[in-house]
T-cell receptor, first 112, second 113 residues
Framework: DSGVTQTPKHLITATGQRVTLRCSPRSGDLSVYWYQQSLDQGLQFLIQYYNGEERAKGNILERFSAQQFPDLHSELNLSSLELGDSALYFC???????????FGEGSRLTVL | GDSVTQMEGPVTLSEEAFLTINCTYTATGYPSLFWYVQYPGEGLQLLLKATKADDKGSNKGFEATYRKETTSFHLEKGSVQVSDSAVYFCALTRLRTGNQFYFGTGTSLTVIP
């Protein structure tokens, strides 16, 4: 158990819909990272938050948004969903200055 | 910018075979280097790391040496087991507050009995 909790574990929805994925980092970790993993794209970095502030953006679509709340949990919002958004979405948190990422088990999104 | 390139997969080996997965990086200065492993149905987890040149990271029989002169961090294991079947990711980061991570594309390893 990494200590990072993601919900839901599985989600099936239709094209055009909107979903929210939730992540609770390990206690004390200030940084939260979101990654998308699909079969053909590998592990893609989406966005990073540090203590409530956006720190870095990767290949995140405009239809996607995220935020980190004062209690440090984070949510990834995916809207106007397309078939190609079907993937495993991982959240990770990190211990400051050690370089170690702790990953959650992921949220598997299927868009039909 | 910083980046990591790792060997394309998939790799299939027989049990007890020798494993090498190549990883090279592009970065200025002295980043920290990592290998993460993803077992089927799970998230990634840290396998080993090295934070300075010539450091050797090791864990569970796996080893990797930080080679500044060749900008490489190749993963090796002398005798793989079926339980080593997983996807292996090379990664790079800088040890500073709010650090970003750069991952390779992942190499899938299947070990057959």
């Amino acid at each position: 158990d990494s200590g990072v909790t993601q919900t839901p574990k599985h989600l099936i929805t239709a094209t055009g819909q909107r979903v929210t994925l939730r992540c609770s980092p390990r206690s004390g970790d200030l940084s939260v990272y979101w990654y998308q993993q699909s079969l053909d794209q590998g592990l893609q970095f989406l966005i990073q938050y540090y203590n409530g502030e956006e720190r870095a953006k990767g290949n995140i679509l405009e239809r996607f948004s995220a935020q980190q709340f004062p209690d440090l949990h984070s949510e990834l919002n995916l809207s106007s969903l397309e078939l190609g958004d079907s993937a495993l979405y991982f959240c990770a948190s990190s211990v400051e200055n050690t370089g170690e990422l702790f990953f959650g088990e992921g949220s598997r999104l299927t868009v039909l | 910018g910083d980046s990591v390139t790792q060997m394309e997969g998939p790799v299939t080996l027989s049990e007890e075979a020798f494993l090498t997965i190549n990883c090279t990086y592009t970065a200025t200065g002295y980043p920290s280097l990592f290998w993460y492993v993803q077992y089927p149905g799970e998230g990634l987890q840290l396998l080993l790391k090295a934070t300075k040149a010539d450091d050797k990271g090791s864990n569970k029989g796996f080893e990797a040496t930080y080679r500044k002169e060749t900008t490489s961090f190749h993963l090796e294991k002398g005798s793989v087991q079926v339980s080593d079947s997983a996807v292996y990711f090379c990664a790079l980061t800088r040890l500073r507050t709010g650090n970003q991570f750069y991952f390779g594309t992942g190499t899938s390893l299947t070990v057959i009995p």
